[in-house]
Structures are given as structure tokens and as C-alpha cells.
């Protein structure tokens, strides 16, 4: 009987390890939380299409979601045709990428990734996939020693340019690297030394490092971004854009996720009135039964 319980304990230990390795893993860039609201709200989601179609699907595929899939979030057939299907000709077809897949490993290096359940994907202990996305899209800042102009915060040195940038704008960032200083000989420590990197909007670099005194420091490195500058709309209207492409790119994870949730509803409601009716039954077979 020892046998079984050892295995159980072993299977615990390998998860609770599993989960904090993952935890460890996770960005030191603190996620911002999605709103939820959005996934309910019709408007928001169609936006969303708009904004997938136009800026995402360029490059990035959906090939689990098909474009007839948008009636579900209050599209006609003549407004996906009409708006939505650059890509393809029926609304029966996937949602395919407009690059060519030699083209793209010509001029990327690669083929993007398609996004049909980037939302789950990107899930982990730090927050959902929604809060990735969303804080991915807020977090990036001009960069002029990467070859696309960009970085981000949250997704350090990313192949993918800031493609929403004519709606945010450039944005600087400061960079703070903190490190145990030791004596390349002797390998003594000699203190903690902070390198500090430093972004202006335009993405041009400056460097400076100096000694940490005084306090208890630790090693590590964080990032804080700079105000946006020159961007076609307002920051708060920005994140009201983002938010809609990810709840849009949410909902292709799992189109039929709403429908879930209203039928649960309505079991939970027929399972709780069995319950009166069947513990009356009950009852009444065993009123008699000493």
C-alpha cells in the first residue's frame, strides 16, 4: 500500500517543481490586466476584426478561424465580404496570411507565427494569454541598435516591428541593470554597479554605469517606458484599440467560449430545480423505510 502513495507524493512534487519553474520563468516585466468587458461587447469585437484584418493578418495567419465564424460576433456575410476578406474569395476559407510563405522566410527569416491560439498560448502563472497580448502591444520602444528600428519591454529584442505605431506613436525607455561587481582574480565581491541604458523616442542610445551605494541591493533589471510622442490618436484611446484586437484575437482562440458560458448558465438553473423535484422524490420513496 506504500507503493501508491509514493507514487502520489512523487507526482505532486514533480508539479509543484513544474509550476514554479514556470513561475521563474516568467517575464520581470509586470503584465497589465485585460479587460474582461471586452469579450462581451459586440462593437469591441467586430473593431477588433477590423484591426486583425488590416494590421495583423498582413503577416500573421488564423488558419483555425474561418471567416464565416464572424457572424457569430454580429458581422452579415455582405460586411465580411465587403470589409474583412482580402485574403481569401469564399467566407468559408480560413483566415490566411497574405504573404507568401517563401517571401516570408526571404525578407523575415521566417514564417510568423499564426495566431488562431496565441491567447492560450501565451497563458501562465504571471496572467492569462490576454494579459500577455495587451501589455505586449503597450510595451514597446524605439530602439535604434535593432535592425527594425524597435524592442519591447515585455518580449526582449522581438523580430516583429511596432506595427501599430502610427496610432501610439514613438516612445523612449530607460533600462536599469543592476549587478554584483566581484574582483576577476581574487573573485571577491566589490559591491553592486548599475548600468543604465537609456532610449529617447527618436531611439537613439546612451550608456552610463555607477555604483550602488548605500541600502540592500539586489541584482536585476527592470524597465520603465517612456510617454508617447506623435501618435495619431490619445493614449487612453490606444489602449481602448488594443484592447479590442485582443479580445478579437481572444475570441479566435475559443469562438464557441460565450455559448459555453450562457448554456452553463441555464444547466446550473435546470440542475438546480431537479434537485428540489428529485430530493422530494426521495423523500417520498422513503418516508415509509424505518
Known amino acids: 500500500m506504500k507503493k501508491p502513495f509514493a507514487w502520489l507524493a512523487a507526482l505532486l512534487a514533480s508539479a509543484f517543481i513544474a509550476g514554479t519553474a514556470a513561475a521563474a520563468g516568467g517575464s520581470s516585466f509586470p503584465l497589465d490586466r485585460f479587460p474582461l468587458e471586452k469579450l462581451t461587447e459586440q462593437p469591441a469585437l467586430q473593431n477588433g ?68 491560439v496565441i491567447a492560450r498560448a501565451r497563458a501562465s502563472p504571471d496572467g492569462s494569454g490576454s494579459d500577455w497580448l495587451y501589455t505586449y502591444l503597450r510595451a ?66 546612451t550608456e552610463a554605469t555607477d555604483k550602488v551605494t548605500g541600502g540592500y541591493p539586489q541584482a536585476g533589471k527592470t524597465i520603465k517606458l517612456g510617454k508617447p510622442e506623435g501618435g495619431g490618436i490619445s493614449p487612453a484611446d490606444y489602449d481602448a484599440q488594443v484592447a479590442d484586437l485582443v479580445a478579437f484575437i481572444t475570441y479566435m482562440s475559443d469562438p464557441s467560449a460565450g455559448t459555453r458560458v450562457r448554456l452553463g448558465a441555464w444547466v446550473l438553473m435546470f440542475l438546480a430545480v431537479f434537485t428540489v423535484f428529485a430530493w422530494n422524490l426521495n423523500r417520498v420513496y422513503w418516508k415509509d423505510v424505518k
Open 49 to 116: 476584426a477590423k484591426l486583425f484584418v488590416n494590421y495583423c493578418l498582413n503577416c500573421h495567419g488564423a488558419s483555425a478561424m474561418r471567416y464565416n465564424r464572424l457572424r457569430d460576433i454580429g458581422l452579415s456575410e455582405d460586411q465580411i465580404r465587403r470589409h474583412l476578406m482580402f485574403a481569401s474569395d469564399k467566407v468559408g476559407e480560413p483566415m490566411k496570411v497574405a504573404i507568401r510563405a517563401s517571401d516570408a522566410k526571404e525578407w523575415l527569416g521566417a514564417l510568423p507565427p499564426d495566431l488562431s
Open 140 to 205: 514597446y520602444y524605439r530602439d535604434g541598435t535593432r535592425s527594425t528600428g524597435w524592442n519591447n519591454a515585455l518580449f526582449e529584442n522581438v523580430g516583429m516591428p511596432h506595427v501599430l505605431w502610427p496610432m501610439q506613436g514613438s516612445r523612449g525607455a530607460t533600462i536599469e541593470d543592476v549587478r554584483e561587481s566581484r574582483d576577476p582574480k581574487t573573485g571577491k565581491s566589490e559591491g553592486f554597479v548599475r548600468t543604465t541604458v537609456s532610449f529617447d523616442p527618436q531611439g537613439y542610445r
